[in-house]
């Protein structure tokens, strides 16, 4: 989709650390992280967020979860533990909208959120 951040990285016309890449994913590190290990997993088709998830992306979805626990482990978290993180809308902050999952880890995390 034109002028969607992620969609520029999907193809290429804005640079990102990439560390995994099937037909369907990308993951590729936060610019400005959060965690010791902080990556984006976000789909190659343009989708505003978890709410355009109907039945036809239930492949998808599976693709994007185990890419998620695929870069745990390229990322050595996997062992450690790590926090998986979709904002969706204003209440949660979505910034921008080409759905993504955040995988966060690499420290101890608070037991708040969540
Ligand atoms: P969210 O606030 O959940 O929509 O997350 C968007 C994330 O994208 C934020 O954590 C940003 O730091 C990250 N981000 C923004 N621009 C880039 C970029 N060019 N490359 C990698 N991550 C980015």
Redesign the pocket.
Known sequence: MENC??CM?VAGK????TLYEDERVLA???????APQ?V?IVPKKHLEGLNDLGQAEDALLGALLRAASQVARLTGIDGSGYRL???CGPH??????HL?F?VLGGQQMSGQMV
């Open positions: 951040l992620f990285i804005i640079p990102g650390d590729f590190r936060d610019i400005s992280p959060q902080h984006l993180v979709s904002n949660a902050c979505q910034s921008v909208h993504h955040h």
